[in-house]
């Protein structure tokens, strides 16, 4: 009888292990931790196809219009190309969990993240820091010295964050090593610091340079007030694009330094709950960017109202380098 049950046994193992000589060495298992969709998942996949839709019409509007190409609106265009692929990343990412799982889909589709939002950010700053040149540099402001500075600048940012999307796929991630796992699989702990670390000093720059365009704006219309005698009105004004400044700003900060400190501080046994909370507004920082840049600029606005209704002339605006309206 104890023959029969080694020979039973035996008979077990030689079959699991022509199981697993079956399956194909490129799928991989899913993970038991992903079982259950949650609504934070849905979340993310709906913010996904909503920011693919806003900033597809952004970018289409600016590069097919000849009277955008202004720095300003390579900028604005780059900051739109950018939430486009977080969308498209985060669509991906939702299929290599909930559809087709498998690590390369895993680590393109959060490679493709890191990289749009990398890139993201890097345009935030780059538009800051040309609205701050434009009041400092008034006269050569959008001359051929300056739109070649934008474009080496934008791909310069471009590489670079193409660098840091592309370190989980060339190894550098936890897919293997539990431990050294971030809140944000399969990047590891030091990765998610690098970034968050970036985001914190791009934070900075961006309130060095809002705080210096608030002083050159009170400045100037101070000026302009005392030559046209019209304080109060111009007061007005002021305070309205200060206003405008602080909003922009606030809505940068609320969306990305939750997940930031949170990136900084946990690490993968942290809840996945806190995770997700922290990231939904990242996703909502993508879907409010071109509400904040593009829709409101005038210049955009008059091409899509050409775009949709043919009556309106196509003549050519003078100040389309102007970026106050931005």
Known sequence: MALNNSEVGLEVILAMNQLLELTPSHVTPKPLEATVMTPWDVALCVSGALICCENAIVVATIFSSPSLRAPMFLL????????FLAGVGLLLHFLSRW???SEALELGSVGLLVSALSASVFSLLGITLDRFLSLHRALTYGSCRTHTQTRCALA???TLAGLQ???????WNCLHDGESC????????VHLATLCGGFLLTLALMLQLNARICRVVLRHSHQIALQ???LPSARTHTRRRVHTLT???????????????????ADGSSPALYTYATLVPVTGNSLLNPLIYAYRNTHIQRVLRQACCCCLPNTPNKNTHTPSDV
């Open 99 to 101: 559809c087709v799982y």
């Open 156 to 158: 310069i940012g471009w």
């Open 165 to 171: 999307g592309a370190l989980p796929a060339m190894g």
């Open 76 to 83: 604005i265009g780059s900051l739109a190309w950018a939430d």
């Open 247 to 265: 909003l922009i700003l606030a809505t940068f900060t609320s969306c990305w330094m939750p997940f930031a400190l949170y990136g900084l501080l």
């Open 228 to 230: 046209r005698h019209t």
């Open 182 to 189: 971030s809140v944000l699989r399969p990047l590891t702990r």
